[in-house]
């Protein structure tokens, strides 16, 4: 636990130092680009769900680590891509899929069907009411704006398309798997990924049950092992925020982050080298 602590609080000086002295006093900063808003509003969810992480774990609480740890992972992968090349196309693209997402949605729940009617039932909202609340939720862009952009200066072929599908005349990355592979994500999508998957979409219900003939008893919900989420959490947000001070070329910063951590780990390393001479001699 001590491992993400550090892991989290580096990370939270990382993002303040970004802000305050990678952007605002860069010599060559003007104003935030699409590219900058993107990677910080990324790597802000990634500390957050690493604080939620941390809070369960304290508290002995295992349901929903799963899925906590799942998000942080996509949130990875995708920030991963941006930082790849091509950034500031990638993070457009991002920020315009959910706008198209956002406007999907509303023709869904205002359309005359019998499903946005239902819809609208559910809410208990009428169509006039639902418009209101989207204009000035969203004061928005419009959806031939959003389609302009999408489809002709992104190249998207269509508005449901996967927003880093990006390069389909070179590579088809349609899916998520595909895009982990890209990455050199593989491995950590196939063995990880998919464990963390299980709760996410419902499949971890009868791992909670001990079934005989004529008996069933409820486990203990919190007998998952949380060493996989703890150890996958806090290297992630550890490689991200060096590649952040990276990215935005703070040397001294990246620097220091490096001594620390190396310092951490030789710290450890140490005293757990201590106690196991310990008992050994026990």
């Given at each position: 636990?001590?491992?993400?602590?550090?892991?989290?609080?580096?990370?939270?000086?990382?993002?303040?130092?970004?802000?305050n002295?990678?952007?605002?006093?860069s010599?060559?900063?003007?104003q935030?680009?699409?590219?900058?808003?993107?990677?910080?509003a990324?790597?802000?969810?990634m500390?957050?769900?690493a604080?939620?992480?941390?809070?369960?774990l304290?508290?002995?609480?295992?349901?929903?680590i799963?899925?906590?740890?799942?998000?942080f992972?996509?949130?990875?992968?995708?920030?991963?891509?941006?930082?790849?090349?091509?950034?500031?196309?990638?993070?457009t693209?991002?920020?315009?899929?959910?706008?198209?997402?956002?406007?999907?949605?509303?023709?869904?729940?205002?359309?005359?069907?019998?499903?946005?009617?239902?819809?609208?039932?559910?809410?208990?909202?009428?169509?006039?009411e639902?418009?209101?609340?989207?204009?000035?939720?969203?004061?928005v862009?419009?959806?031939e704006?959003?389609?302009?952009?999408?489809?002709?200066?992104?190249?998207?072929q269509?508005?449901?398309?996967?927003?880093?599908?990006?390069?389909?005349?070179k590579?088809?990355?349609?899916?998520?798997s595909?895009?982990?592979?890209k990455?050199?994500?593989?491995?950590?999508?196939?063995?990880?990924?998919?464990i963390?998957?299980?709760?996410?979409?419902?499949?971890?219900?009868?791992?909670?049950?001990?079934?005989?003939?004529?008996?069933f008893?409820i486990?203990?919900?919190?007998?998952?092992?949380?060493?996989?989420?703890?150890?996958?959490t806090?290297s992630?947000?550890?490689?991200?925020?060096?590649?952040l001070?990276?990215?935005?070329?703070?040397k001294?910063?990246?620097?220091?982050h490096?001594?620390?951590?190396?310092?951490?780990?030789?710290?450890?390393?140490?005293?757990?080298?201590?106690?196991?001479?310990?008992?050994?001699?026990?």
């Amino acid at each position: 636990m001590k491992s993400l602590t550090k892991s989290i609080k580096m990370a939270d000086k990382a993002l303040e130092c970004i802000i305050n002295k990678g952007l605002l006093q860069s010599p060559n900063y003007k104003q935030l680009t699409t590219k900058d808003v993107v990677i910080i509003a990324f790597f802000e969810n990634m500390i957050g769900h690493a604080k939620s992480l941390k809070i369960l774990l304290e508290n002995n609480h295992h349901s929903s680590i799963d899925s906590i740890v799942r998000t942080f992972f996509e949130n990875y992968v995708y920030l991963k891509f941006i930082l790849e090349e091509d950034s500031q196309k990638r993070a457009t693209a991002y920020l315009y899929s959910l706008k198209v997402e956002d406007h999907l949605l509303f023709d869904q729940i205002t359309n005359g069907d019998e499903v946005g009617r239902s819809l609208r039932s559910y809410l208990g909202l009428t169509t006039e009411e639902l418009k209101k609340d989207f204009l000035d939720t969203k004061k928005v862009f419009n959806l031939e704006e959003v389609e302009q952009m999408y489809l002709k200066e992104l190249g998207m072929q269509r508005l449901n398309q996967k927003w880093y599908n990006l390069y389909t005349e070179k590579q088809s990355l349609n899916n998520f798997s595909k895009l982990c592979e890209k990455l050199g994500l593989i491995i950590e999508y196939k063995l990880i990924y998919s464990i963390l998957s299980l709760e996410t979409h419902g499949k971890d219900a009868m791992q909670k049950l001990e079934i005989e003939p004529n008996f069933f008893s409820i486990k203990n919900p919190n007998s998952k092992n949380p060493v996989l989420c703890l150890n996958l959490t806090t290297s992630l947000l550890e490689k991200m925020t060096r590649e952040l001070y990276i990215t935005f070329e703070m040397k001294d910063h990246l620097k220091n982050h490096d001594l620390l951590l190396s310092l951490n780990k030789h710290i450890n390393y140490k005293t757990k080298s201590f106690f196991q001479k310990v008992e050994n001699q026990l």
